[in-house]
């Protein structure tokens, strides 16, 4: 006989692949699970126009997301633990389609770092200035947020803006394909310019002044809200009995910000994935002309807000592998990546990470090399390596200064969750150029706070503090001190 057990289904929407796990309850102890992993490609497509111009297009593909969700509450419920009660997902703050009425996309999905969206942010600075749009929604007005694709169809696609029922960010999406309510957490509308951490409502204005279609907006919702139930064909689908689908933040740094608190300590906290997700957590926004300078945004959290800045993460270094691995023909691991980056470096490499060649190139190593200013063929690719991770660590020591000026507090050290957490040599290499012991979270650290939010709403803990404490043992910390080199 089964023994009586709970599982919280989570699921992970990052930019490049998917999880998810479950939170498991049972005989008093809780144990965190990974169920089931899945890649989902961006899909950069070249598109010729009547006219005969080509240009360039980037896409997801929404049902592969859904089908590697489905899967993973498919295994839950036939797992030991199958017993699922609860369901949350998070993901990045940008990208969203269009929906009829009847529930169906009415165009793909484009990715935030599509070309067609540069004269849109052009147009978008004409009505209203960034200035202006970071004092109403406390969020830098970066190439990326969700308010260019709402205003370029508005622009260019107006009888499909009109036919369609809703907008629904790509989270919404999910939700409202396993709950059938059609919504979007507050968390995750922050992130665009579409809300405001400020009003702590959508930023009106920004509606107004750019002619955006309001109507076509989901009602917000809070974080630890229910926001249904599993329908029973939905249900049916997976194998599972109907669950609730909770929202935690739909946002995935806000999930990751909410299992990183320690109380005494302030840290600068890094959520190192594809991207790299700066800050720290505050109870207010703080909006002031050098957070401006320096793109530090306020973004709504579980708990407060999130002051952040988004810079590129590791997705240089997942390019390389794969360009490598595509060149060799086989696998070019993690290990073997990083005993090249060792080998190439040197203690003068400077690299800027944020160069914005790297979100959108078919050639990594060229584009790498020059972004360095590199001699073409002069490159090896230990040196390659070695300047992405050299990038990395002193844009981190550069920008743990100024947090600390910005907060008016001295910063103690550098935490770093989510995947980044198990990148040892490149963790190392931030504590020795910002002179800063670097400790290591959980690698789970989003899975942990969607799980945590839900598990709260559930009633298992009391509060997040709570939870935190009960989970603290399902990961390992590290602690890496500054070396002279």
Known sequence: MRAASES????????????????????????????????????????????????????????????????????????????????????????????????????????????????????????ISARERYDLTGVHPDDFLVVSQVHWASRHMREMVDLADMFLPLVSLYNFWFSGVRA??????????????????????????????????????????????SPGPVADSLGVAPFKVILPSNHDTACAFAAASKPGRTSFVISAGTWWCMGVALPEPLITDTGYDWRFSNVAGIEGVVLNVINMGSLPAQELRRRWERDDGRPFSWEEHNRQAEAGYAPDLAFNIDDPRLRNTFDMPRTVAEVAGLAPGGETRGR??????????????????????????????????????????????????????????????????????????????????????????????????PRRR
């Open 8 to 127: 919280i289904g989570v699921a992970d929407i990052g930019a490049s692949g998917g999880r998810v796990s479950a939170l498991v309850r049972k005989g008093g102890g809780f144990s965190l699970e990974t169920v089931h992993e899945f890649t989902h490609p961006r899909h950069n497509i070249c598109v010729t126009d009547t006219a005969g111009a080509s240009s360039l297009r980037s896409y997801w593909n929404p049902y592969i997301i859904y089908d590697g969700m489905a899967e993973g509450l498919r295994r839950i419920g036939a797992g030991e633990n199958g017993n699922l009660v609860s369901f949350g997902l998070d993901s990045w703050g940008s990208d969203g389609a269009w929906v009829s009425k009847g529930g169906d996309l009415l165009y793909p999905s484009c990715s935030c770092h599509c070309g067609r969206f540069a004269d849109t942010r052009r147009e978008i600075a004409e009505l």
């Open 184 to 229: 979007v957490e507050y968390t995750w509308i922050t992130t665009g310019h579409l809300g405001s951490s400020v009003t702590r409502s959508y930023c009106e204005p920004i509606f107004s002044r750019l002619g955006l279609p309001r109507d076509k907006m989901p009602p917000l919702r809070l974080p630890g809200e229910v926001l249904g139930v």
């Open 384 to 481: 390659l390596a070695a300047l992405v991770y050299m990038g990395l660590a002193r844009k981190t020591a550069r920008l743990t200064e100024i947090l600390a000026g910005l907060i008016g507090k001295k910063v103690d050290e550098i935490l770093v969750i989510g995947g980044g957490a198990k990148n040892d040599l490149l963790n190392q290499w931030v504590a020795d150029i910002s002179g800063l012991p670097v400790r290591t979270g959980s690698p789970n650290a989003t899975t942990i706070g969607n799980a945590l939010s839900q598990a709260v709403t559930l009633g298992w803990f009391s509060s997040l503090e709570e939870g935190r404490d009960a989970l603290s043992g399902l990961w390992e910390e590290k602690v890496f001190l």
